[in-house]
């Protein structure tokens, strides 16, 4: 029985081992349509800071030719290395498509930022889209809609309701979305170390984005989720 036991704990530390030898997974950031590096590059900011998760720009991908959303986010899907956990893709298509589409079991989820950004300034369709990358980056390591008035994942009807909302995790859907991150594998960052070493050096001149070499679920339409219950 004692050599059994050894012999499990043995197989159980050389899993460990394996584990611990892959390498770390990081989500993609992807554009479709005609999308600013600029702003891309200030929602890819936004999600690495209020998720703690690497967010890794990936080759831009053609917008479907209607325009269409899900046929846009499975090519991306598509797209995906070995080292990407799933990809999140900023769209320009036109306004009669929805404001953003997540399929967590095909690993995509698509913000239409022409919507997003209808009649607002740059700012506040930065903190939309970023609020929006929140909730899809959440629902592809499987979390759930949050009941809590303060939380970015509480339920919304419109747009226009993000703009009243938190622009972050309330902490327990923080400490769960980190949980579940490091359970598959994705590369968590320092962020006060990060926001130190921006401070530090100071204003950088936008380049191109890093070279990224370096079972199926129904469509989730994020704009008119169900009311929260009484």
């Known amino acids: 029985m004692k050599k059994m036991w050894m012999m499990v704990l043995a197989g159980a530390f050389a899993a460990g081992l394996v584990r611990a030898e892959e390498p770390p997974r990081v989500f993609a950031l992807a554009t479709a349509g005609d999308v600013e590096f600029e702003l891309a590059e200030r929602i890819r900011n936004y999600l690495e800071e209020y998720t703690g998760a690497a967010v890794r720009f990936t ?53 239409n930022l022409t919507r997003l950004g209808q009649d607002v300034e740059e700012d506040r369709l930065v903190r939309r889209a970023g609020q929006d990358g929140l909730r899809v980056m959440s629902m592809l390591v499987g979390m759930s809609p949050c009941p809590f008035p303060l939380c970015v994942l509480t339920y919304f009807n419109q747009t226009e309701d993000l703009d009243m909302m938190s622009g972050n995790f309330c902490p327990p859907c923080q400490d769960r979305f ?44 994020m704009p008119e989720p169900e009311p929260a219950a009484p």
């Open 59 to 111: 080759e831009p991908v053609d917008l479907a030719e209607d325009g269409n959303l899900e046929v846009t986010g499975r090519a991306a899907a598509e797209t995906l290395k070995d080292d990407e956990f799933g990809i999140v893709v900023l769209a320009r298509p036109t306004t009669d498509q929805p404001q953003g589409i997540c399929l967590p079991h095909e690993r995509f989820g698509i913000l």
């Open 178 to 221: 980190t949980r579940l991150a490091r359970e598959e594998g994705i590369l968590l960052i320092d962020r006060e170390a990060r926001a130190a070493a921006a401070v530090a050096a100071g204003p950088v001149e936008a380049g191109a984005p890093e070279d990224p070499d370096a079972p199926p679920a129904e469509a989730i339409p």
